[in-house]
């Protein structure tokens, strides 16, 4: 992780090195048995792969925003948020990030960039509206993490290997393997890529969903430990979560490829504690920060 005074986490190291290198292998793997059926469209996939894998290293910052509809803000436009950032900056001594506001009626917030150095911090005007300064601090608080521990870079980059497989079944579906290989029969290599790419695929997603859960837990932690204020992001999660049921479907279902960036999932009615969530149950979280509060020796 970057050098700041966010709590380390040789775990979460060891999970983002670990999901990247099998990503990594997968892809390697996809476009070899791409290649076995038809190198030239090999060749595309693979040059493909890497120049999204390349532009979502280098613009992820601009590209979550945009997606979230966000306007970045001067510390005249927004004085309270700035002050909050610059302080937390200033007690993690990390570089401060652009900050954002959203005009959504979500109370979430996320942080986004390929480095400390080029990130980002936005919020929600839902969220603005639900916490307290102390409730807004812990979620500040917990996206610098994401930022210091650079898992942000490594979600955004990860996610290539399940674009790569889309393009590669999609490829399939229409024949362009089949075309590539009439002499042998098409059949064939369009099977052995819906498999590969249905494999990669799977696999991205799980592992994809497993470091989320973690990095989660990694950054709640970080966040109260720095702070010294665990009873705060504890409220604060208790209320984005139960917020959830007032927003409209429409505003979640727009929000939804946005899930594994927010503090909390937009989601409502629906159990955290399944494989295929992108973040950890709320009682988990909310029983960590328990237990570093017990630990700090202070009542909530």
Not at 133 to 144: D, I, P, Q, T, Y
Request: proline fraction near 5%; charge should be positive; glycine fraction near 8%.
């Amino acid at each position: 992780m970057a050098r700041t005074r966010f709590q380390s986490d040789s775990g979460l190291t060891a999970r983002m090195t670990a999901t990247m290198f099998l990503l990594g292998a997968l892809f390697v793997a996809i476009v070899v048995a791409v290649m076995a059926y038809s190198p030239g469209l090999g060749v595309v996939v693979g040059i493909a792969g890497i120049g999204i894998g390349i532009f979502q290293w280098w613009r992820s910052d601009t590209v979550a925003l945009r997606a979230m509809r966000a306007r970045v803000v001067t510390p005249e436009q927004a004085p309270e948020l700035h002050g909050m950032i610059d302080r937390l900056c200033a007690m993690a001594d990390m570089p401060k990030p652009v900050v954002a506001i959203s005009d959504s009626p979500i109370p979430n917030a996320f942080a986004t960039g390929r480095s400390p150095q080029r990130s980002a911090v936005c919020v929600t005007t839902g969220i603005l509206q639900t916490l307290n300064a102390e409730e807004l601090e812990g979620v500040l608080a917990h996206e610098l993490s994401h930022v210091a521990h650079r898992d942000v870079l490594v979600m955004t980059a990860a996610a290539s290997a399940g674009i790569v497989a889309g393009m590669t079944l999609q490829g399939a579906q229409f024949g362009a393997l089949g075309r590539g290989n009439r002499d042998s029969g098409g059949v064939p290599a369009v099977l052995i890529a819906v498999l590969v790419s249905v494999v990669v695929y799977a696999v991205s997603f799980i592992a994809l969903r497993l470091l989320s859960r973690y990095r989660e837990l990694c950054a709640d932690r970080s966040g109260a430990y720095l702070t010294q204020k665990p009873g705060a992001l504890a409220s604060a999660l208790q209320k984005i979560s139960g917020q959830m049921n007032n927003v409209p479907e429409r505003d979640l279902r727009a929000s939804q490829s946005m899930n594994a960036f927010f503090i909390a999932p937009a989601i409502k009615g629906a159990s955290l504690s399944t494989l295929t969530s992108t973040h950890p149950p709320l009682e988990q979280r909310l029983d960590q920060l328990a237990k570093i509060q017990a630990e700090l020796g202070k009542a909530y």
